[in-house]
């Protein structure tokens, strides 16, 4: 058990001096706005939001994860030959990625309420912090009240 935890604070450690490294590095690199050509950033996020404006690659996203959970439920509740052990835990995934799933919806609603209602970025992230932490809130008081995990 110590081990464990002394690794663990090692990999903390390091995880820690990594992002001091990298948030340095970066502020190294930053330079004032407008100030030179388009950076590798700029191509990048302007091309992915390019991509994510297209209606079908919507489709195609959502029709891939459909079809992925739907699949790997069969495939944990079906006669396929998987163990009993690894049915559960493909199971328990399913139910995993449905409910972050959800809880990104109802981050991202609240998100896009605040801001189509003219207010910043920072009140977006807090009302969509504040209402997944309701979902978590609700999920914590059925879990207590019936039990509906495990």
């Known amino acids: 058990m110590v081990s ?10 390091l995880l820690v001096v990594a992002t001091f490294v990298a948030v340095a590095r970066i502020g190294a690199k930053r330079t004032a ?3 030179g050509s ?3 950033y700029d191509a990048i996020t302007g091309t992915l939001s390019d991509v994510a404006r297209k209606p079908v690659v919507w489709a195609v996203a ?3 994860v459909t079809v992925g959970i739907g699949a790997v439920a069969l495939l944990a509740v079906g006669n396929f030959g998987v163990s009993e052990a690894l049915a559960g835990t493909l199971l328990t995934a399913v ?4 409910g972050l799933l959800l809880t990104g919806f109802v981050f991202l609603g609240a ?3 605040a801001r189509g209602r003219g207010l910043g970025n920072a009140h977006g992230v807090a009302a969509g912090s504040f209402a997944s932490g309701l979902v978590f809130l609700v999920l914590i008081v ?9």
Do not use: H, K, N, W
Not at 95 to 98: N, R, S, T
Not at 142 to 150: D, Y
């Open 95 to 98: 139910y995993a990625v449905v």
């Open 62 to 64: 959502f029709i891939a």
């Open 111 to 113: 998100y896009f309420g």
């Open 4 to 13: 464990l935890t002394l690794l663990s604070t090692a990999l903390m450690g």
């Open 33 to 35: 706005p407008g100030a």
């Open 142 to 150: 059925t879990e207590l009240l019936i039990g509906v995990i495990g």
């Open 38 to 40: 388009v950076s590798r």
